[in-house]
């Protein structure tokens, strides 16, 4: 079985900086892209930020320069570095990652649990 485990999620001032880890658990033989997702009460999900085996990156428009997203692909673990947050930053983020289990042939892609993300004075 394979699960993604977000953390670090909670309450913080606008202008603050919040990191959030993302953990690939499980019987894992390889993972390509991994990204993050939020979506806001009201809203459809939207993707925040993507990252690719390699290390190549792609950001939102809205979280360009504030946002950065990163990997440890030894702990196979994702993490999204924001700064500078704003209260439309608001949001339950979720993480997303494309994975190939021990003794399949196929990827498949995972979805975490979501953390919570206020921004609120």
């Known amino acids: 079985q394979v699960q993604l485990v977000e953390s670090g999620g909670g309450l913080v001032q606008p202008g603050g900086p919040l990191r959030l880890p993302c953990a690939a658990l499980g019987s894992i033989f390889r993972i390509n892209d991994m990204r993050w997702y939020r979506q806001a009460p009201g809203k459809e999900r939207e993707l925040v930020a993507g990252i690719s085996s390699g290390g190549m990156t792609n950001y939102a428009d809205s979280v360009k320069g504030r946002f950065t997203i990163s990997r440890d692909n030894a702990k196979n673990t994702l993490y999204l570095q924001m700064n500078s947050l704003k209260p439309e930053d608001t949001a339950v983020y979720y993480c997303?990652?494309?994975?190939?289990?021990?003794?399949?042939?196929?990827?498949?892609?995972?979805w975490g649990q979501g953390t919570q993300v206020t921004v609120s004075s």
């Open positions: 997303n990652a494309d994975i190939k289990r021990y003794w399949s042939y196929v990827w498949m892609v995972y």
